[in-house]
């Protein structure tokens, strides 16, 4: 740096010396440095032309000044005449001057007065020396006589240091200056333009003081140049060497024009020469072009010396900004090293399984591969300061530590991976060791528990049994620990407390399979020495072993075959070699429990390792698409490869993944990973992150829009580029749908879980957490049906929660409609898609969109809606068991819908029945809370079910009338006529009412034609409810009130026996097998063999039937026509 300083110094100073050499050379070519007068000073007195310099020379070179005749001479002021006088003198070569002038005056028109007085103040005032004055004297004839006598006489005033010469005529002033010296106004021939002299003058002058100038200008800026205090940073620097480069070109374009003005001059004096080449030059026209060839010299060497300066502060203000981007970099890449070598300090897991090591290796991996990227940076960074100090750079003493400390740390870098990976490879190669331990483990206890133990009893099978473990056996040697101390001492660099419990416990496991096996070997033998007997064999089958849940089904089964066995042996009178047997028997039948125990630990823990291993595979895909993908989207590089209909997209595009994705990296797949050494109880694990997974439902409810954005805008450069970086095989749409795949494949695992640890501790965890995961993906599900709802003018979220939703055909009839539209109806089916909500079910017709992927997703045009206060069901339809009704205001409006498949139909209807169960609830509550406000001014509680409305306060009334009626608690039967009781011991005997007789009374002769029991219900009137034989529901909890009674639940299955007395029915229950009373109403028909359909609010009576509908339709009726169903 100092010696950079001191050349600048040295540089500086020899240009000043240059340019000052440049000014006093000009100086002195211009004769400023004797007379400091310039044309341009004196041009007005210049113009008058009373003396001029016509280039002329005498005989010995003299310069010729010619005074021409001037009548005004005499008023010419001293000073205008001592100026262009000394003016004269001062442009012919100080030469030439040193020789002395000669004067020429022409006084031919003038008198002798004047002519006197003009050679006296001449004489008196000329500032150079003179060699001769030669004096035209007047040609008149007086005149020249009067002179002649006058020049005789006064010689004495003439008196000068040169010879004054009288001449009478031009010819005689040409025997004393040639003719080519004289101008054409002397008889001479010399070419002689005053006002281009002038010109000429006043252009070399002005070229001489721009030479100057410029060359004083350069010499400031090349000062100010060198004081310009170098900043700290690129930025200032960079500036700094702009704003320098900038006043550069401007000097050199003014040097630049200041060129092209000498050459102007230089082209205008040897004009005459271009026009005619064999015109000659006069003196004064010669060191005119020698003047400017000089100043054109100086220029050029103004210019060469400022070139030279600059080349160096240019080298030092780029050396300058080299070493502030070197350092600036050097600050970001040793930043990003120290991170790396703080994260690298991080890794330290050595893994805790073979899968686990290689996905640390794949980390480690990535990791350093992301990590080349600064390390690179930092090679390439030291590489760059190295070709600094090669170029001579001035600051090498800053540069050269640096560049040590760069390869310092990119060498450590490169150390501490390869340490890293050692170590990890070194784990790597225990786990194989140990997986290879466990699997053999695994295998062994695989081929005892599928050895058939009834086949062993033979000699051959038993011999057969000995081979096969023999076998097995020979390959323990390359698969199993052989010394614990190796491992130990082998991988003591990666042993740490758990993994040294690992070796343990997996030496231990080992050691219990080789114990089994010897224990196997033992029996075997034992098996094999012995003679055939004609022994039943006891043992179950192979698969019982491996398929039974039972935790001890060899024990049980032996204690049940041993009176057989003792049996046999007692006939043939050897009881106590029977009980020997028997118990080896059972002995190995144990064996084979605790193998099967094992062999379920295994496959729990596969599907673990799977979970674990998918759900790690799906975090780094869910980063690799938002590092990849999303955060590339901001990278404003990437901006320009962006369509316009993608920018701003990325919400829609990726939805909210980012949540997703820090829920299972931050939250779940560590919580997962403390259950891998208990991989039955990991439902609880889903259990307590439920809420969590809810995120999914917006994610696909997201998707249709991603999927249309998607196709859109797939051929974006953007994405091809970001797929190329990431090497993905797949584009990213593939990627978008890893969520959705994701939620799906939850349940298939807990599955398999589950099937595996029926009989463990954490079997009803796993149970609850798959019955939730399916609720969130029906609830997924549902949601990405009902935002496809089009038309509806009111709020979904007004309408409660989506309880179901699925596509049905449906039929409609109208009390109020025309008797063509009604047959209609009742023909032609439509095929609408229900969403049963809390308060209400929607009818919407499905449209399928065109299109692919999610935009062929169907949507739902809205056409009906039935409120759920106002509704009532016939939970069967004669002749098919997949269709229900829904009635509407006390059957004014009758919608027969058909399900899929029985089972979709049961659903529904108990669905609809739990609705309409809490609504009467509710409606009872009300008027018993309206009542004891009435009577003690009770404010009425807020209930959480729908509440009943003004239009239905009577039906409320009269559920208060029958509160005391146990048949009609919960809304089922009627109170208006209970059935007489029938004589006991009919069971069977007692049929229902025909059906032909309702269907004839309604009008329908076809067998297609759609009966239900509501018909009946309205013509039958009160009566007693019928015995039905077939399979019933009990739809309302019953307490045991007697010792006949029977306790039930909502929802158990019973079959009647026999039909009793006030309405009870005697009947099994089928779940618990108990045998009691239960009264008729709280029953539902399931399965029937009568084709008699059983409506929620009871068949029996007409009353009752009004009785639900009144009860269950708390909200005025709705205004939609059948018209607007239909549609």
Same mark, same amino acid.
């Given at each position: 740096?100092?010696?950079?300083?001191?050349?600048?110094?040295?540089?500086?100073?020899?240009?000043?010396?240059?340019?000052?050499?440049?000014?006093?050379?000009?100086?002195?070519?211009?004769?400023?440095?004797?007379?400091?007068?310039?044309?341009?000073?004196?041009?007005?007195?210049?113009?008058?032309?009373?003396?001029?310099?016509?280039?002329?020379?005498?005989?010995?070179?003299?310069?010729?000044?010619?005074?021409?005749?001037?009548?005004?001479?005499?008023?010419?002021?001293?000073?205008?005449?001592?100026?262009?006088?000394?003016?004269?003198?001062?442009?012919?070569?100080?030469?030439?001057?040193?020789?002395?002038?000669?004067?020429?005056?022409?006084?031919?028109?003038?008198?002798?007065?004047?002519?006197?007085?003009?050679?006296?103040?001449?004489?008196?005032?000329?500032?150079?020396?003179?060699?001769?004055?030669?004096?035209?004297?007047?040609?008149?004839?007086?005149?020249?006589?009067?002179?002649?006598?006058?020049?005789?006489?006064?010689?004495?005033?003439?008196?000068?240091?040169?010879?004054?010469?009288?001449?009478?005529?031009?010819?005689?002033?040409?025997?004393?200056?040639?003719?080519?010296?004289?101008?054409?106004?002397?008889?001479?021939?010399?070419?002689?333009?005053?006002?281009?002299?002038?010109?000429?003058?006043?252009?070399?002058?002005?070229?001489?003081?721009?030479?100057?100038?410029?060359?004083?200008?350069?010499?400031?800026?090349?000062?100010?140049?060198?004081?310009?205090?170098?900043?700290?940073?690129?930025?200032?620097?960079?500036?700094?060497?702009? &704003?320098?480069? @900038?006043? =550069?070109?401007?000097?050199?374009?003014?040097?630049?024009? $200041? !060129?092209?003005?000498?050459? *102007?001059? /230089?082209?205008?004096?040897?004009?005459?020469?271009?026009?005619?080449?064999?015109?000659?030059?006069?003196?004064?026209?010669?060191?005119?072009?020698?003047?400017?060839?000089?100043?054109?010299?100086?220029?050029?060497?103004?210019?060469?010396?400022?070139?030279?300066?600059?080349?160096?502060?240019?080298?030092?203000?780029?050396?300058?900004?080299?070493?502030?981007?070197?350092?600036?970099?050097?600050?970001?890449?040793?930043?990003?090293?120290?991170?790396?070598?703080?994260?690298?300090?991080?890794?330290?897991?050595?893994?805790?399984?073979?899968?686990?090591?290689?996905?640390?290796?794949?980390?480690? &991996?990535?990791? @350093?591969? =992301?990590?080349?990227?600064?390390?690179?940076?930092?090679? $390439? !960074?030291?590489?760059?300061? *190295?070709? /600094?100090?090669?170029?001579?750079?001035?600051?090498?003493?800053?540069?050269?530590?640096?560049?040590?400390?760069?390869?310092?740390?990119?060498?450590?870098?490169?150390?501490?991976?390869?340490?890293?990976?050692?170590?990890?490879?070194?784990?790597?190669?225990?786990?194989?060791?140990?997986?290879?331990?466990?699997?053999?483990?695994?295998?062994?206890?695989?081929?005892?528990?599928?050895?058939?133990?009834?086949?062993?009893?033979?000699?051959?099978?038993?011999?057969?049994?000995?081979?096969?473990?023999?076998?097995?056996?020979?390959?323990?040697?390359?698969?199993?620990?052989?010394?614990?101390?190796?491992?130990?001492? @082998?991988?003591?660099?990666?042993?740490?407390?758990?993994?040294?419990?690992?070796?343990?416990?997996?030496?231990?496991?080992?050691?219990?399979?080789?114990?089994?096996?010897?224990?196997?070997?033992?029996?075997?033998?034992?098996?094999?020495?012995?003679?055939?007997?004609?022994?039943?064999?006891?043992?179950?089958?192979?698969?019982?072993?491996?398929?039974?849940?039972?935790?001890?089904?060899?024990?049980?089964?032996?204690?049940?075959?041993?009176?057989?066995?003792?049996?046999?042996?007692?006939?043939?009178?050897?009881?106590?070699?029977?009980?020997?047997?028997?118990?080896?028997?059972?002995?190995?039948?144990?064996?084979?429990?605790?193998?099967?125990?094992?062999?379920?630990?295994?496959?729990?823990?596969?599907?673990?390792?799977?979970?674990?291993?998918?759900?790690?595979?799906?975090?780094?895909?869910?980063?690799?698409?938002?590092?990849?993908?999303?955060?590339?989207?901001?990278?404003?590089?990437?901006?320009?490869?962006?369509?316009?209909?993608?920018?701003?997209?990325?919400?829609?595009?990726?939805?909210?993944?980012?949540?997703?994705?820090?829920?299972?990296?931050?939250?779940?797949?560590?919580?997962?990973?403390?259950?891998?050494?208990?991989?039955?109880?990991?439902?609880?694990?889903?259990?307590?992150?439920?809420?969590?997974?809810?995120?999914?439902?917006?994610?696909?409810?997201?998707?249709?829009?991603?999927?249309?954005?998607?196709?859109?805008?797939?051929?974006?450069?953007?994405?091809?580029?970001?797929?190329?970086?990431?090497?993905?095989?797949?584009?990213?749409?593939?990627?978008?749908?890893?969520?959705?795949?994701?939620?799906?494949?939850?349940?298939?695992?807990?599955?398999?879980?589950?099937?595996?640890?029926?009989?463990?501790?954490?079997?009803?965890?796993?149970?609850?957490?798959?019955?939730?995961?399916?609720?969130?993906?029906?609830?997924?599900?549902?949601?990405?049906?009902?935002?496809?709802?089009?038309?509806?003018?009111?709020?979904?979220?007004?309408?409660?929660?989506?309880?179901?939703?699925?596509?049905?055909?449906?039929?409609?009839?109208?009390?109020?409609?025309?008797?063509?539209?009604?047959?209609?109806?009742?023909?032609?089916?439509?095929?609408?898609?229900?969403?049963?909500?809390?308060?209400?079910?929607?009818?919407?017709?499905?449209?399928?969109?065109?299109?692919?992927?999610?935009?062929?997703?169907?949507?739902?045009?809205?056409?009906?809606?039935?409120?759920?206060?106002?509704?009532?069901?016939?939970?069967?339809?004669?002749?098919?068991?997949?269709?229900?009704?829904?009635?509407?205001?006390?059957?004014?409006?009758?919608?027969?819908?058909?399900?899929?498949?029985?089972?979709?139909?049961?659903?529904?209807?108990?669905?609809?029945?739990?609705?309409?169960?809490?609504?009467?609830?509710?409606?009872?509550?009300?008027?018993?809370?309206?009542?004891?406000?009435?009577?003690?001014?009770?404010?009425?509680?807020?209930?959480?079910?729908?509440?009943?409305?003004?239009?239905?306060?009577?039906?409320?009334?009269?559920?208060?009338?029958?509160?005391?009626?146990?048949?009609?608690?919960?809304?089922?039967?009627?109170?208006?006529?209970?059935?007489?009781?029938?004589?006991?011991?009919?069971?069977?005997?007692?049929?229902?009412?025909?059906?032909?007789?309702?269907?004839?009374?309604?009008?329908?002769?076809?067998?297609?034609?759609?009966?239900?029991?509501?018909?009946?219900?309205?013509?039958?009137?009160?009566?007693?409810?019928?015995?039905?034989?077939?399979?019933?529901?009990?739809?309302?909890?019953?307490?045991?009130?007697?010792?006949?009674?029977?306790?039930?639940?909502?929802?158990?299955?019973?079959?009647?026996?026999?039909?009793?007395?006030?309405?009870?029915?005697?009947?099994?229950?089928?779940?618990?097998?108990?045998?009691?009373?239960?009264?008729?109403?709280?029953?539902?028909?399931?399965?029937?063999?009568?084709?008699?359909?059983?409506?929620?609010?009871?068949?029996?009576?007409?009353?009752?039937?009004?009785?639900?509908?009144?009860?269950?339709?708390?909200?005025?009726?709705?205004?939609?026509?059948?018209?607007?169903?239909?549609?």
């Amino acid at each position: 740096m100092r010696f950079w300083l001191r050349n600048e110094d040295m540089a500086l100073e020899e240009m000043v010396q240059r340019l000052n050499a440049v000014s006093r050379h000009t100086d002195e070519i211009m004769h400023q440095d004797i007379v400091p007068l310039c044309a341009a000073d004196i041009q007005d007195q210049l113009k008058k032309r009373f003396a001029y310099l016509s280039g002329g020379r005498g005989k010995d070179g003299c310069p010729v000044i010619t005074f021409p005749d001037y009548p005004t001479f005499s008023d010419i002021p001293d000073k205008e005449f001592q100026n262009v006088m000394t003016y004269l003198t001062s442009v012919p070569s100080l030469q030439d001057a040193g020789i002395g002038f000669i004067l020429v005056i022409d006084r031919r028109q003038d008198k002798w007065t004047s002519v006197k007085a003009s050679v006296l103040r001449i004489a008196a005032s000329f500032p150079a020396n003179l060699q001769l004055v030669l004096v035209l004297r007047p040609t008149g004839f007086f005149q020249r006589t009067l002179s002649d006598i006058a020049f005789r006489f006064n010689r004495d005033d003439f008196k000068m240091k040169v010879p004054i010469i009288m001449l009478s005529s031009v010819p005689e002033l040409h025997g004393y200056i040639d003719k080519s010296q004289l101008t054409e106004d002397l008889g001479g021939t010399l070419d002689y333009c005053h006002t281009r002299w002038l010109c000429h003058r006043t252009a070399i002058e002005s070229f001489a003081l721009m030479v100057k100038q410029t060359a004083q200008m350069l010499q400031s800026f090349g000062t100010e140049l060198a004081e310009t205090e170098l900043p700290n940073d690129a930025q200032s620097t960079s500036l700094v060497l702009s &704003a320098h480069t @900038e006043k =550069k070109d401007k000097m050199k374009e003014d040097m630049k024009l $200041a !060129l092209q003005e000498g050459h *102007s001059i /230089l082209e205008s004096i040897r004009e005459p020469l271009a026009r005619n080449p064999e015109y000659s030059l006069n003196q004064d026209q010669l060191d005119n072009q020698t003047t400017v060839q000089r100043l054109l010299a100086q220029l050029s060497e103004t210019e060469a010396a400022f070139d030279e300066f600059w080349a160096k502060h240019q080298q030092k203000l780029e050396q300058c900004l080299q070493l502030r981007h070197f350092e600036q970099n050097f600050r970001e890449v040793k930043v990003a090293l120290d991170g790396v070598s703080q994260k690298i300090s991080t890794f330290t897991d050595v893994g805790n399984s073979l899968a686990h090591v290689k996905h640390l290796l794949k980390d480690l &991996a990535n990791f @350093e591969e =992301k990590s080349n990227v600064s390390v690179e940076k930092a090679r $390439a !960074l030291s590489l760059e300061g *190295s070709q /600094l100090i090669e170029n001579k750079h001035y600051a090498v003493d800053s540069i050269h530590p640096k560049c040590n400390e760069l390869q310092h740390l990119c060498d450590r870098f490169a150390a501490e991976i390869g340490k890293r990976r050692n170590l990890l490879n070194k784990s790597l190669e225990l786990h194989g060791v140990l997986e290879t331990s466990m699997k053999w483990c695994d295998e062994g206890i695989y081929l005892l528990a599928s050895q058939p133990v009834d086949k062993c009893q033979s000699q051959d099978g038993a011999e057969a049994a000995l081979q096969e473990i023999e076998k097995f056996l020979e390959t323990s040697a390359e698969n199993k620990i052989q010394e614990l101390n190796k491992i130990y001492k @082998e991988y003591e660099s990666i042993l740490n407390q758990d993994l040294m419990e690992h070796v343990q416990k997996v030496f231990q496991k080992q050691e219990s399979t080789e114990e089994m096996f010897h224990r196997r070997q033992v029996s075997l033998k034992k098996l094999a020495a012995k003679q055939t007997r004609p022994v039943q064999p006891v043992a179950p089958r192979p698969e019982v072993f491996t398929k039974s849940p039972c935790p001890s089904p060899g024990i049980r089964r032996g204690s049940e075959n041993s009176s057989s066995s003792e049996g046999n042996v007692l006939r043939r009178g050897s009881y106590r070699r029977a009980k020997s047997e028997m118990s080896e028997n059972q002995q190995v039948r144990s064996g084979s429990t605790g193998d099967e125990e094992e062999s379920l630990a295994i496959l729990r823990r596969h599907v673990m390792n799977e979970l674990l291993e998918t759900e790690r595979a799906y975090v780094e895909e869910l980063l690799c698409v938002l590092e990849g993908y999303a955060a590339e989207m901001d990278n404003p590089l990437m901006m320009h490869l962006i369509s316009t209909s993608l920018q701003n997209k990325k919400d829609v595009l990726f939805g909210n993944m980012e949540e997703i994705y820090h829920f299972h990296n931050r939250i779940f797949l560590r919580e997962l990973e403390n259950y891998i050494d208990c991989p039955e109880l990991v439902g609880r694990c889903f259990l307590g992150r439920m809420e969590e997974f809810q995120v999914y439902e917006k994610y696909c409810q997201n998707k249709p829009r991603s999927e249309s954005l998607w196709r859109q805008c797939s051929d974006c450069p953007f994405f091809q580029e970001c797929q190329k970086k990431l090497d993905h095989k797949l584009s990213l749409d593939s990627y978008l749908l890893k969520p959705v795949q994701r939620i799906t494949k939850y349940q298939l695992l807990l599955k398999e879980m589950l099937k595996y640890s029926k009989n463990c501790e954490g079997a009803e965890d796993l149970q609850e957490a798959l019955s939730s995961i399916l609720g969130i993906l029906k609830a997924v599900n549902d949601s990405m049906h009902l935002i496809a709802i089009t038309g509806y003018d009111g709020n979904l979220s007004d309408l409660g929660k989506l309880l179901m939703q699925g596509s049905f055909s449906v039929w409609t009839d109208h009390k109020k409609g025309h008797s063509k539209v009604k047959d209609l109806a009742r023909f032609k089916p439509m095929q609408r898609h229900l969403f049963l909500h809390e308060k209400a079910v929607l009818f919407c017709k499905k449209r399928e969109e065109n299109g692919e992927g999610y935009e062929k997703a169907p949507s739902y045009s809205y056409k009906q809606s039935l409120s759920m206060a106002a509704v009532g069901i016939t939970e069967n339809v004669k002749g098919d068991n997949k269709k229900f009704e829904i009635w509407y205001n006390a059957r004014e409006e009758v919608y027969i819908i058909q399900a899929p498949t029985p089972e979709i139909k049961a659903a529904w209807v108990n669905e609809i029945r739990k609705v309409l169960t809490s609504q009467l609830q509710a409606f009872r509550e009300a008027s018993q809370h309206r009542a004891l406000e009435q009577s003690q001014s009770l404010p009425l509680p807020v209930s959480s079910h729908t509440s009943p409305s003004r239009g239905n306060t009577k039906a409320v009334r009269k559920l208060e009338e029958r509160k005391t009626d146990p048949l009609s608690l919960e809304g089922y039967g009627s109170s208006a006529s209970l059935p007489k009781p029938p004589e006991k011991g009919k069971g069977w005997s007692k049929t229902s009412h025909s059906l032909e007789a309702s269907e004839d009374n309604d009008g329908w002769s076809s067998a297609e034609e759609l009966i239900n029991s509501s018909d009946a219900e309205e013509e039958g009137g009160a009566g007693p409810r019928k015995l039905v034989p077939g399979k019933y529901t009990v739809v309302v909890d019953q307490e045991k009130g007697g010792p006949d009674a029977l306790s039930a639940k909502s929802g158990d299955t019973v079959e009647v026996i026999h039909e009793g007395d006030e309405g009870l029915w005697y009947v099994r229950n089928l779940s618990t097998g108990q045998e009691g009373w239960v009264p008729a109403g709280s029953l539902s028909t399931l399965i029937g063999k009568s084709k008699s359909a059983q409506c929620l609010s009871s068949s029996e009576s007409g009353t009752g039937s009004a009785l639900l509908s009144n009860s269950s339709s708390c909200s005025e009726s709705c205004n939609t026509t059948f018209s607007d169903l239909k549609g």
